[in-house]
DNA sequence: CTATGTTATCGAACGTCGTTCGAGAATCGA
DNA sequence: TCGATTCTCGAACGACGTTCGATAACATAG
């Protein structure tokens, strides 16, 4: 370790992921780990308990190892989460490969939106980190480009495209990261429904003065029955139209 | 301390604020806080160092006291940083109220979504516990009512003005939350302008292939000396567009 | 002025977290 | 067989959020 790079961390060399805990005949003596299994096992962590749940304590008991072993694949926690974040997304790369051919570039705009949108309202702890560098990390820069590929063939300007792709990106993130965000109790424990947490909510809102606040009432019913996804979709369509208009009558 | 309720903690029954550090004629013994001290002086230091720089003990040596004084006036750092959001929010709810009577009601709704905007895009933290219950703290609905009513003079149904808001609110704080993530030395250390770091990320996708990132070269040099203010106002115009085509067209 | 109860401050400690360090086990190439 | 590399891990460090009990400052009643 004189002048050489930085130390080729987490490239297991012998290819295949070794997720073992030790070897198969002798006595077990040292966990063995992989790039894959320390940030899947984090994945899995944050899916299961939340962000706060990710610990490297944690993951270390989960990984049946040391703590100080998570460090020999990521440098720190962030490039941990940046990792699992990147992961979450390949799958999304995934899900997606097909939306690219329809006759309407908007409907595949649409489809890549909602795909996102759904992968990341089911991991409220994505939303927080994804925004951390939307095009850093490779796959996230291939989302982007993925969406951008679909807005090229509407025929705006470059600014227009750019504007556009970025509001459409940003939309998804903040909506799902307002709507992945609500029990202490539901989720985790259980017990309270989901119908009963919007309700509690809704009673607030209707003890309030109708006439200070009168949009809350005319939506509150509204709200006390939404649904997540319908409401993303009803935001999504309005920005698309939004889009479809400016393709139609460029400026 | 038997059987009444909660502490009422935090609510200094003289009214004014004390920050004053002691007595003025004899030596100094103890510190006087004051709730809004301890809520501005949070706000302070998230605003000057970011989100990690708020520490109980470092909010605690900028008021010139102990750690455990805090814990009289909040609960916990959750209920802080609840406070900070608020307290911001307090300041949009101020400079949002005369937008409220133009003729064109989605004028208005845009008035106050830059307005928003501009406050979350200049404090980074805000954006992350912001969503933490949009309408929860008070003057978080305050400011969705005041969104709300906007929107309701455009005639739409109760679901269609629901998801009208929710979609407004959620693009704003989604961009502001995006764009309010860059740099570790510009703000902090100053040695870098905005402009070469955007440069750089420029030139890191002007290397890569153009044939599998036909989208990120179009839109390289917009990207190269974008505005944010410009990019949110473009992708804010498209959403509203979209609205306006809802209040034309009804389904 | 003294006595008493409430309001508010604070030093010290606890447990957990991210991170570092160095020893040493396992593996590989020659 | 042996040296170099790759990888694991126990133990420690400092910083963090939080709690507890002692006690100072203040308001009021007698």
Redesign the pocket.
């Known amino acids: ?1 004189t002048a050489g790079a930085t ?8 290819g295949a992921a ?1 997720a073992g805990a ?2 198969a005949g ?1 006595g077990r ?6 790039l894959e299994a320390v940030i899947g096992e984090a994945v899995a962590l944050l899916d299961e308990a939340g962000e ?1 749940a ?7 008991a989960r ?11 990521v ?4 490039e ?1 989460l940046d990792r699992a974040t990147d992961h979450v997304l390949a799958g999304v790369l995934v899900d997606t490969e097909g939306f690219t051919g329809s006759p309407d570039p908007i409907d595949d705009l649409r489809a890549i939106a909602v795909s996102l949108f759904g992968t990341i309202v089911e991991r409220p702890w994505l939303a927080a980190y994804f925004m951390r560098d939307t095009a850093t990390q490779p796959n996230g820069l291939l989302l982007y480009e993925r969406m951008g590929q679909q807005v090229l063939r509407l025929g705006l300007t470059p600014r227009q495209s750019f504007h556009a792709v970025s509001a459409v990106l940003g939309f998804v993130i903040g909506i799902a990261a307002d709507l992945g965000q609500q029990p202490p109790q539901e989720v985790l424990d259980g017990k309270v429904t989901r119908d009963d947490f919007l309700a509690r909510y809704a009673a607030e809102w209707r003890a309030l003065d109708p006439a200070a606040y009168p949009f809350l009432h005319v939506v509150v019913d509204e709200f006390a029955d939404h649904d997540d996804a319908d409401q993303f979709r009803a935001g999504l369509d309005l920005l698309l139209a939004g889009l479809r208009l400016q393709a139609q009558n460029p400026d």
Do not use: C, E
Not at 7 to 14: L, W
Not at 54 to 60: E, M, P, S, V
Not at 63 to 73: E, N
């Open positions: 370790m130390q080729a961390r987490g490239t297991a060399r012998a070794r030790a070897r002798g003596r040292r966990a063995s780990h992989s706060p990710l610990t490297f304590r944690a993951l270390a990984l049946g190892g040391g703590v100080a072993s998570i460090y020999w694949y440098a720190n926690k962030d941990l």
